[in-house]
Each structure stands twice: as structure tokens, then as C-alpha cells.
């Protein structure tokens, strides 16, 4: 049979319309599936660590998100309640010499999509997939303008976020991590919050992580343990409620000031869920279908961008796909895994609760900051951060007890 596609790819957010834009640019026949006419607001990451910044410039999507959505800031300033612990110059202090980059996630995708168009993928939007069989060659079932059409392809991506039906469809087996953080977010009008670098701020209660996009807006996260007294951190009836919350973390008073939320109010179980080895018989998963990384520490979208790269290049390198997507495989859970072994250590460090954990919070966070060359990194370096056994017990304060 004549495939008329390469690649037929499910989900048009920043994974899918990423490596769309990167396999149509080398010349193969994609298709792209998305559900949505219009991307809404929801609450989402918009916060891209440098490392994630480097992998986008390397797949030639930095300067058109910088050009139409992106707020590039430098410095990332870490405080324990009302007292600063460190405020870290990313463009001195990373590889590559670049700071955090925030974004409102709606607008990124549309610039992204219309970056796949441009390079020669073919895009449908509200469409409704049904199906993904696994196979020699793999097959969509999909519903578009009332009527079910089946297409084969060399490769099915799913690209369909942390809820992927793909995953299910094509009986991957999930894992997950015990349920210890709850995150909630929205976005913010508040003119007050310097807007040159990204703030975390931690306190009795919890941690807020404050990503301005610019035009004093900013996208503001509050994260908390989910054995602690139960929040109702959603909805608009409770957006007072989180502002207070995220105010009581110690922030400077001043950043609240005529604060007002402008965007939808929604919590989230925030615990890792992933697929060991994410690909097999003709379909691999991509982005958050592949891991949902941990959202209080940023790493989703940076993620996305390595996986995405790591796919163009297995691909790229092999005209035997099946072993293309097999070497994706192997090195997708090789980043993931150390991304997910320091953002436990830090969970626990973090966000222990009781005497011996606020004990060795005061003890380690002022060491962090004064040897952050001894820290783990997942702000400035993500999975090529250190992640052994020694780094371990200096982050949790066991090589000095």
C-alpha cells in the first residue's frame, strides 16, 4: 500500500506542532491531527528553563516565539519566606548563557502550529480522534466534518498531553508516583512584580513561583503538600483565596498590590506519571503523553523540546524506523529518569512537613546557595545535572549529619 503520509502525528500543542515543523522542514509528509479550532487558556506551563531555551534555538523555534509571545528574563531569585537566598544571573551562571523564557501557552501554540504550516506539514484542526492501532503500519481512525476516516502512516506520534488517549489506545502501561504536592495556578495582572526574572518564593504553607510574561502580567503558581489542610484553590470564587495563599508565602507585600486574577483558577494533582520505554509497533509518545514531570518544577516544557529533538534525530539517522524509535526510547527515559531522581530529592526536601524537616530546611537551603556547584540543577542544566548518590545526600543533608 501507498502511504500517503510519514508521519501522522495526534495533538498540535507544543510537541506535536514541534516536531511536525521539524520532520515537514526535512522533507517528510506529516500530518498533523488537533483537536481545538482555537486554543484556550488553561492553566499550563509557561515557564522554559535555559535548557529548554537551548533546545529550542537548536530546533529553529526560539526567534519566531521570541519575536510574536516570548518574555525572556535573566534572573531567577529564590527566597526562603521574606528573606532572599540567592538571586542567580542564569546568562553568567548556565551553558547557555541564556535566561528563563515565559510565554502565554495559547499564543505559543498558535505560533508553533502556523511554524508547522509554514515548513510543509499538513494540518487539520477540530478533529476528532478515535482510534490509534499499533502495527506494520500503524492506523488513525479519526472523525472530521461528521464523517470517520482511517489513515496509515510509517509512524504514529501521540503527542496528546497528560491525559493521552494514544497511551491507552495503544496499551502502554503507566506509572505513577504517590500523590505528595498539589499545584495550583492562573494568570495575573499585577504591576508591581519585577518583571526581569522568574521568583520562588517558599514559606510555611507552601511555594509560589511567580513567571512574568511581560506587560505586567504574570503567570503565578502556588504549590503545597497534599497531606496539609485541604485548598479549594479553583474556580473564580476562590481567586482571593489564592492570592492570599501565595502572598502568605512570605513574598514582598508590595508584588499584590492591586493584584486582580485574569485567567482561569485551576488545581492539579501535581505528581510524575510516565511510560517506561515510550514507543513500540509503529507508535511512540511525545511530551507530556510520554512523562508528566512534576509542573512545581518547571521542567514539562523543556522536556518537550529534548524529546522532540531526540525523535528528529533518531529519525533522521535511520531509515530503519522501527529501531529509530527504539533509540528515542532509551534515551527519552535516560532524561526523564534524572530529571525525576532530583525532583523527588527536592520534593522532599522542600516540602517535608514537621520539626525534622523544617530543621533541615534551615540547615541545607543556605548551603545550596552558597555551593550551588554542588547542587543539582534543574533550572540551568536538567538532565545533564549532576544526579549521583554524593549529590543526593548533600541535598538532603545527609553528608554532614
Known amino acids: 500500500m501507498t502511504l500517503l503520509y510519514d508521519v501522522i502525528i495526534v495533538g498540535g500543542g507544543l ?29 499550563r506551563g509557561e515557564q522554559m528553563h535555559p535548557w529548554g531555551v537551548a533546545e529550542a534555538r537548536t530546533l529553529g523555534l526560539y526567534q519566531r516565539l521570541a519575536e510574536t509571545c ?36 495559547p499564543d505559543m501554540q498558535e505560533t508553533l502550529m502556523c511554524m508547522a504550516a509554514d515548513a510543509g506539514a499538513e494540518v487539520r484542526r477540530g478533529v476528532s480522534v478515535e482510534m490509534v492501532t499499533p502495527g506494520g503500519p500503524p492506523s488513525v481512525s479519526f472523525r472530521e466534518n461528521g464523517q470517520l476516516r482511517e489513515l496509515q502512516a ?3 506520534v501521540g503527542a496528546d498531553g497528560r491525559a493521552s488517549r494514544v497511551r491507552g489506545w495503544a496499551n502502554f502501561t503507566v506509572t505513577r508516583d504517590p500523590d505528595r504536592l498539589t499545584i495550583a495556578g492562573a494568570l495575573v495582572e499585577a ?17 509560589v513561583l511567580i513567571a512574568p510574561q511581560g506587560k505586567n502580567r504574570a503567570r503565578m503558581y502556588f504549590m503545597w503538600p497534599t497531606t496539609s489542610a485541604s485548598r479549594h484553590l479553583s474556580g473564580g470564587s476562590h481567586e482571593s483565596e489564592f492570592l492570599a495563599a501565595c ?35 509503529g507508535v511512540v509518545l511525545l ?4 512523562s ?25 539517522a535511520s531509515e530503519d524506523w522501527d529501531a529509530a524509535i527504539d533509540q528515542y526510547a532509551r534515551e527519552h527515559d535516560d532524561s526523564y529518569g534524572v530529571v525525576r531522581r532530583i ?26 546557595a552558597a555551593e550551588p556547584q554542588r547542587a543539582p540543577d534543574v533550572v540551568g542544566l536538567g538532565p545533564a545535572s549532576p544526579s549521583d548518590d554524593a549529590t543526593r545526600r548533600f541535598v538532603l543533608g545527609e553528608d554532614d549529619e
Do not use: M
Open 154 to 156: 510509517r509512524l504514529i
Open 191 to 207: 504591576e508591581h512584580i519585577p518583571e526581569d526574572g522568574v521568583h520562588s518564593v517558599g514559606g510555611p504553607t507552601g511555594r
Open 15 to 43: 510537541a506535536g506542532s514541534a516536531v511536525a515543523k521539524c520532520l515537514a522542514g526535512h522533507g517528510y509528509r506529516v500530518l498533523v491531527l488537533e483537536r481545538e479550532t482555537r486554543f484556550r487558556d488553561r492553566v
Open 343 to 368: 525532583t523527588n530529592w527536592l520534593t522532599e526536601l522542600l516540602y517535608g512537613t514537621g520539626h525534622a524537616a523544617d530543621e533541615r530546611r534551615a540547615r541545607v537551603l543556605p548551603r545550596l
Open 292 to 316: 508528566t514531570s512534576d509542573p512545581c518544577f518547571g521542567c514539562g516544557l523543556s522536556l518537550t523540546l529534548l524529546g522532540v529533538r531526540q525523535l528528529r534525530g533518531c529519525l533522521l
Open 247 to 281: 502572598r502568605a508565602t512570605g513574598a514582598p507585600a508590595e508584588w499584590f498590590e492591586q493584584a486582580t486574577v485574569v485567567g482561569p483558577l485551576a488545581k492539579f494533582k501535581a505528581a510524575d506519571h510516565w511510560v517506561n520505554h515510550p514507543a513500540r509497533d
Open 70 to 105: 516570548g518574555h525572556q528574563t535573566r534572573w531567577w531569585t529564590t527566597y526562603q519566606g521574606s528573606t532572599p537566598l540567592r538571586r542567580r544571573d542564569l546568562v553568567q551562571t548556565t551553558p547557555h548563557q541564556v535566561g528563563s523564557f515565559n510565554f502565554y501557552h
Open 287 to 290: 511530551g507530556d503523553a510520554a
